[in-house]
């Protein structure tokens, strides 16, 4: 059966469905020899390649789906090649041979914490769609006086350069003076939104952490540049938070898992001192 281009090659992990509307737009992917133009069906009986390599549409009936969640450090940018040379969050993950890892969302350079990575392309966009209202919780800590009333109109919302954006939720988070935390959620992921919207009430946001991600949280054992896959348990979960049905794949008849008997963090580790506790109490 013939789906439209991008659904058919996101779904068989070849990146999200924007990044695949790019590459059309581009003339970079060809069906049955002809370039492909936006709005073009497919299926698994035709012939397609991206920049000129064929695409083997056969694994989308043997797709399994991976997500990892990742703990970004500062200095790390979130494209998978940098023309000034920076670290990417991509030179950490673990490699794969069929298909790709797309990244959920962004974080700024000097942001840290939560990423999710995953192979399943329609995950991925319907994870970022603003249409999904995802949440996304923040550990905040700024340099500047916050009274109630900066709080409220926050929360009401303020008009910055691209609309109108609030906090889903704002509350206290312990310290004092410089060292004064937040707690914040959005449903949306506009660039720098947490902190334009801070900076529009004139203070400053001299740390900034992802600490959750839909249902997913950002485990205190997780340090900065590690990795870990997730629970067939979490996996349910953030499929049903974006609106799709999870197929844990079966195991093939004397097969063992190939998954590590330890739930450890795994990647290379990451240079200097971990992050600050910003999790507060009765957070794993």
Known sequence: ????????????????????ERLIEQGQITINGKVATPGDHASETDV??????????????????????????VGEVCTRDDPEGRPTVFDHLPRMQSSRWVAVGRLDINTVGLMLF?????????LMHPSSEIEREYAVRVLGEVDDAMMKRLLAGVELEDGRAAFETLERAGGEGANTWFRVTLREGRKREVRRLWESQGVTVSRLIRVRYGPIEL??????????????REMRLLYEAAGLKYVAPKPRPGATSSRPPSTAERGPRARGKSNPNPWGRGRK
Request: glycine share 8%; proline share 6%.
């Open 48 to 73: 397609i390649a991206i920049r000129g390599e064929p695409v083997a549409l056969s694994k989308v009936a043997h797709f399994k789906a991976r997500v990892i969640a990742y703990h970004k450090p």
């Open 1 to 20: 059966m013939a789906e439209r281009l991008q659904k058919l090659l996101a779904r068989a992990g070849y990146g999200s469905r924007r990044e695949i």
């Open 118 to 126: 995953t192979n399943d392309g329609e995950l991925a966009n319907r």
């Open 219 to 232: 485990q205190r054992s997780l340090k900065p540049g590690r990795w870990v896959d997730l629970k067939p």
